[in-house]
């Protein structure tokens, strides 16, 4: 990854095999190292549709299709909500992975 921690200009960007929406992650540096080590460890994030951007704060120098901003101290609630995003976005699926409007009850199981 492109991600050095000695500079805030560096970003860190994950999936791009397939064509698909981008999404932009800002965060403070501490966060984003946690977050990268996490991401790092899914095997199937390279072949996602677009591509996860890491950042320590927004550019203007592109125009991603949804931007994040996170300010929670737990990596894996940050790790979720990425994700989650990006499941909404359409960019990747999987039956661990819930979309942020996704609310299911003990009773939504068992409805056909």
Do not use: H
């Not at 791009?16 to 965060?27: C, D, N, Q, Y």
């Not at 990747?92 to 199981?109: A, E, F, K, L």
């Amino acid at each position: 990854m492109a991600f050095d921690m000695s500079t805030r200009e560096s970003d860190s960007r994950f999936g791009g095999a397939f064509s698909g929406p981008v999404l932009e992650v800002t965060a403070p540096l501490a966060q984003l190292r946690d977050l990268i080590v996490r991401m790092e460890a899914i095997p199937s994030l390279p072949w996602m549709r677009g591509s996860i951007v890491l950042r320590a704060r927004p550019t203007s120098d592109q125009t991603p299709d949804k931007s994040l901003a996170l300010s929670s101290d737990c990596v894996k609630s940050n790790l979720m909500t990425v994700l989650g995003v990006a499941a909404s976005l359409g960019m990747i699926s999987g039956r661990g992975v819930r979309r942020p409007t996704q609310r299911t009850t003990y009773n939504d199981r068992f409805r056909a």
